[in-house]
């Protein structure tokens, strides 16, 4: 059984910054590509930041310049750092990874989501 769990989610102010973590864990034999999605209250869900088992990156536009995904292969975490955060980026904040079991197949898994609301 696979697992992600998310954490750093919270209430923070315009301008302010948030950390997420995602750590993957259970019966696993390689985590492929990896992505942080959102989906805003009422609205569909969206990816945000992407990031292959390489370090390749791509960005929604809405988040480039202020948001920067990670991974640390070793312990088979995914991190999403968030600066300069806006109103428009409150929204539950999903992980999502590609993940080879001991079987050598490979499933789409997500977390179960944490909370980031941006207000004053």
């Known amino acids: 059984q696979v697992q992600l769990v998310e954490s750093g989610g919270g209430l923070v102010q315009p301008g302010g910054s948030l950390r997420l973590s995602c750590a993957v864990s259970g019966s696993i034999f390689g985590v492929n590509a990896m992505g942080w999605y959102r989906q805003p209250p009422g609205k569909q869900r969206e990816l945000v930041a992407h990031?292959?088992?390489?370090?390749?990156?791509n960005y929604a536009d809405s988040v480039k310049g202020r948001f920067t995904i990670s991974r640390d292969n070793a312990k088979n975490s995914l991190y999403l750092q968030m600066d300069s955060l806006k109103p428009g980026d409150t929204a539950v904040y999903y992980c999502h990874a590609e993940i080879t079991t001991p079987g050598l197949t490979t499933y789409g898994y997500w977390g179960q989501g944490t909370q980031v609301t941006v207000s004053s």
């Open positions: 990031i292959t088992s390489g370090g390749t990156t």
